[in-house]
C-alpha cells in the first residue's frame, strides 16, 4: 500500500482526491486541513507521498514543505494554479525540495476531476517513487536535530540576493551545431544544477523540452536567466539560434527546429495528439535531424517519469549522434533517461553533477 497524506483546506479538494485515490485500491490515505495538521501526520501516519496545496490557513503550503524537508523528507507533489503567480510558488517549492505538480483546472474542479483522476494518479504513482537526493538541505537537517536550528514558527528561506551571472550577448550567427535536453519530473532544479555550470561563451544553442504548462515555461526561463551566464528565454515566437543562448519550448505545445533563408531557428508548433508530453522531446529531436547532421547534434534526457525522448535520442545515436542520460542515482525519476539506456541510446551515463562537464567535452571534440 502507498501511504498518501492529501493537505488541503477545502473539505471538497479533499473529499474528491480522497475518492479518487481510494478507488485505485492500493492507497492507504490520511488527511489534514493545513500545515500544522500536515506535520503532526507527518509523525503519525509516516507518509509515503504528500499531495500539498499552497494556499492554506494557519501554515501555508510553502512554510509546510519547508518542515517537512527538514524534519522528515517526504516525496511532495504540490496542487497548483495554472497563473504565473502559481507558476512562481511552484518554481520556488521545487528549491525547496518538490519533486513535482499537479495544476487546478481553471473550471469547477468537481466537473474536471474525472478527466484530471488518470494523471493525477500517475503523478502522485510516480512521486511515491522519487529519489530525494540524501544531500537535500542536509546541514539544515542537521543543526535542526542536534537542537541549534529552530523547530517553531516555520519560515520558507529565503536566498540572499545574488549579482546576474555576467552574460555575452552573441550575434545570431548560423548554428554549427546544436543541444536538445528533455525533462520532465524534477527538471526544473536539474536545469539549474546543468544549465548554471555551462560558460556564457558556450559555442552551440541550447534547445530544451520541459514538461510544463503554458504559464509555467516563461517564469521558468525567467528564473534560469537570472541564475546563467547564459541568456535564457521561452521559445514563444520564432527564433533564430545562437550560440550562448538557451531556448525553453512554450508550455502546451511543441518546440521545434525549423528553417529560415537566413538559418535555423526554434519556435513553438501546435502540440500532436501522438505526443502524449508537452513540449514533446520527441518531436524536438526528430525536427532537429531534418536540419542538422547527427554528428553536429547533442541529446541529453534528464530526469521524469514515462519515455519522452527516448525513441529519438536512440534513433539520433544510432545515426551518429551524441547522447547524454542521467544516471539513476541522481535522476528524481528514472524514467526518460532510463528508457534511453535500455533501448541502447545512451552514449554517456553520467550523474546530474556531471552533465554539464559532459555537454562541454562533446561539444569541444564535435
Not at 29 to 36: E, S
Not at 66 to 87: H, K, Q, Y
Not at 132 to 145: K, M
Request: hydrophobic fraction near 45%.
Amino acid at each position: 500500500m502507498i501511504r498518501l497524506l492529501i493537505v488541503d483546506d477545502s473539505p471538497l479538494m479533499r473529499r474528491l482526491l480522497g475518492g479518487v485515490f481510494t478507488a485505485e485500491g492500493d492507497f492507504e490515505i490520511a488527511f489534514a486541513r493545513n500545515g500544522v495538521e500536515a506535520l503532526e501526520q507527518l509523525q503519525a501516519f509516516r507518509p509515503d507521498v504528500i499531495t500539498l496545496d499552497v494556499h492554506m490557513p494557519e501554515m501555508d503550503g510553502l512554510a509546510c514543505l519547508d518542515r517537512i524537508m527538514l524534519e522528515r523528507p517526504c516525496p511532495v507533489v504540490m496542487i497548483s494554479s495554472l497563473t504565473e503567480a502559481g507558476a512562481s510558488v511552484t518554481l520556488e517549492a521545487f528549491q525547496l525540495g518538490a519533486v513535482d505538480f499537479i495544476t487546478k483546472p481553471d473550471r469547477a474542479i468537481s466537473l474536471e476531476m474525472e478527466t484530471l483522476a488518470p494523471r493525477l494518479v500517475e503523478t502522485v504513482r510516480a512521486a511515491s517513487r522519487a529519489r530525494l537526493p540524501s544531500s537535500l538541505r542536509l546541514a539544515e537537517r542537521v543543526r535542526l536535530r542536534s537542537g541549534l536550528g529552530q523547530a517553531s514558527s516555520p519560515q520558507v528561506p529565503r536566498r540572499r540576493a545574488q549579482p546576474a551571472p555576467p552574460k555575452r550577448r552573441i550575434k545570431a550567427a548560423p548554428a554549427h551545431g546544436l543541444v536538445l535536453i528533455g525533462v520532465s519530473t524534477g527538471g526544473p532544479p536539474a536545469l539549474d544544477t546543468v544549465l548554471s555550470r555551462l560558460p556564457a561563451d558556450f559555442p552551440w544553442p541550447i534547445v530544451v523540452a520541459q514538461h510544463m504548462p503554458g504559464t509555467f515555461t516563461g517564469p521558468l526561463a525567467r528564473r534560469l536567466d537570472k541564475l546563467c551566464a547564459l541568456n535564457v528565454t521561452e521559445a514563444a515566437l520564432p527564433m533564430p539560434l545562437a550560440p550562448g543562448n538557451v531556448y525553453i519550448g512554450k508550455g502546451d505545445a511543441d518546440v521545434i527546429i525549423s528553417a529560415r533563408p537566413d538559418g535555423p531557428v526554434v519556435l513553438a508548433a501546435p502540440s500532436l495528439p501522438e505526443h502524449r508530453w508537452h513540449p514533446s522531446a520527441d518531436r524536438l529531436v526528430d525536427s532537429a535531424m531534418q536540419h542538422f547532421a547527427p554528428e553536429r547534434l547533442l541529446g541529453v534526457l534528464m530526469t521524469g517519469m514515462g519515455s519522452d525522448g527516448a525513441d529519438a535520442m536512440a534513433r539520433l545515436k544510432a545515426q551518429g549522434g551524441r547522447t547524454i542520460a542521467e544516471a539513476e542515482e541522481s535522476a528524481v525519476v528514472w524514467g526518460m533517461p532510463g528508457e534511453l539506456v535500455r533501448r541502447g541510446g545512451a552514449e554517456v551515463v553520467a550523474p546530474l553533477e556531471q552533465i554539464a562537464d559532459r555537454i562541454m567535452d562533446m561539444v569541444e571534440r564535435s
